[in-house]
């Protein structure tokens, strides 16, 4: 299996559009690999592929940062987004589409009594946690360090970024423009710590409204009973448990984490993998907290407002409708999890036998490599990382013609059994040409 990849020269085309993205789009004007010279410009996406401005093509594994999981223009999608544009984009009133997905989650998500829809990911953890807030009528909230919630204030706090994490667990914001006080209402937990965990949820119980957690922090699968003891903690206290599954959701199982890892929360916001690209994302749980959002009780009281304007559009409910169908045939998943273990195994195999020490760590669907010698299981020990050497693995699988997000590589069911071929083999030769640059540094 050859890794030849020879990338195109950019365009002046693309030279001119990256230079309009650079002067216009602060946040938007991203790399795959954190390197500004492998800046491109993306013109198509199709299947398991995506096209550069100057016709370079990569298989990727950022899918988006997760949503695609069906591949890009899965023609399921394609037709479900053409039909429903045709019959209107936006009504602020219920729609077919709308209901028939509500009914859809309500079979698939073992939490999911009833719904309401949002447009992203941010969304739908925010108003989980103003549900949770409204029902419990307290403020602060519990949050394991390093784990991502979207873009709120509350749960921008300890995520992946920070380097140095605090001696204790002090909140950390990862963003200027966040009121002190925040801090105040946030408390940081050790993901994959039970004892811990209980601890602190003990302590603080009188004045905790929820606890947040992805059921998969990053790529760290949650340990032993870590959840099911989560799950018996806050339910002794009568704490509401938010499941953040934007990225588990419909990625690890049909059900989710929650059928994946046989736990049910109280709330549960998803999305990305149920998007099929487009806005949509889903706060769910018991019908007891979601009633709060009830539009009757705006006039008889203890109303919760989780509006918005595309909430629920005709178009992404179609969509999500679509992605589903596709999801519920026979031996997806089965397919889905062998080609990302071949990949995942691959991928473990050939840094160790390049002789570069790394963790890969995660669930067939969605892992990443950690750079260490040391077991990799929270924000605290992916510290021991390098996190130089992941970022120049990503380059140089780049410069093999392969695309991932900074950290994990996501699987698609459009991934072929010759594109794992070609990129085990890309991973290889990468590995070999880490582990020459890693010798030559340390000769010097």
């Known amino acids: 299996m050859t890794t030849a990849f020879e990338r195109k020269p950019r365009s002046p085309e693309e030279e001119r559009l990256l230079a309009s993205a650079e002067r216009l789009l602060p946040a938007c004007a991203r790399t795959s690999t954190g390197a500004p010279g492998d800046a491109m410009v993306i013109v198509e996406g199709r299947g398991s592929k995506i096209l550069d401005a100057s016709g370079n093509e990569y298989i990727d594994y950022l899918l988006g940062s997760g949503p695609m999981l069906l591949g890009h223009a899965h023609p399921a999608v394609v037709a479900a987004a053409h039909q429903a544009a045709t019959r209107g984009s936006s009504f602020l009133l219920p729609t077919e589409p709308s209901i028939r997905l509500a009914e859809e989650l ?15 990911g941010s969304e739908a953890t925010f108003f989980a946690l ?7 009528g307290r403020a602060k909230v519990l949050k394991f360090e390093g784990g991502y919630h979207g873009q709120g204030d509350h749960v921008l706090m300890s995520n992946q970024w920070p380097r140095r994490p605090s001696g204790g667990f002090d909140p950390i914001p990862n963003s200027e423009g966040i ?12 993901f994959n710590d039970s004892d811990r965990t209980a601890e602190l949820i003990a302590r603080n119980r009188d004045d905790l409204a929820a606890v947040i957690v992805e059921p998969m922090q990053r790529t760290f699968p949650p340990r032993g009973g870590f959840l099911h003891d989560l799950r018996e903690v806050t339910a002794r206290y009568e704490i509401p448990l938010i499941f953040d599954e934007v990225v588990t959701s419909f990625r690890l199982a049909y059900g989710g984490a929650q059928e994946y890892y046989g736990v049910s929360p109280d709330l549960c916001a998803l999305g990305k993998s149920l998007s099929g690209g487009h806005p949509l994302a889903v706060v769910c749980g018991s019908a007891e907290i979601m009633q709060k959002a009830e539009g009757a009780r705006r006039v008889t009281g203890g109303y919760v407002s989780l509006t918005g304007t595309y909430s629920g559009n005709p178009i992404s409910c179609s969509v999500g409708r679509a992605v589903l169908g596709e999801l519920r045939a026979p031996g997806v998943y089965d397919l889905l999890f062998e080609r990302g273990r071949r990949l995942m195994q691959g991928l473990q195999a050939s840094l160790d036998a390049a002789g570069v020490p790394a963790r890969v760590t995660g669930e067939p669907p969605a ?26 693995f990503g380059q140089l699988l780049f410069e093999r013609g392969i695309v991932k997000a900074h950290e994990k590589f996501f699987l698609s069911t459009a991934h072929s059994d010759d594109d794992i071929d070609r990129t085990l083999a890309a991973i290889d030769d990468a590995a070999q040409a880490l582990k020459r640059e890693i010798d030559r540094r340390e000769r010097r």
């Open 179 to 190: 009121p002190p006080s925040v801090a105040g209402e946030v408390l940081i937990a050790p």
């Open 106 to 120: 309500a079979e698939a998500v073992p939490c999911a009594e009833r719904i309401c829809f949002s447009n992203t």
């Open 130 to 136: 103003r549900l949770a807030r409204a029902f419990r």
């Open 367 to 392: 892992f990443q490599p950690w750079f260490t010698q040391e077991d990799v299981f929270d924000h605290r020990s992916s510290q021991t990382a390098d996190p130089i050497r992941g970022f120049r």
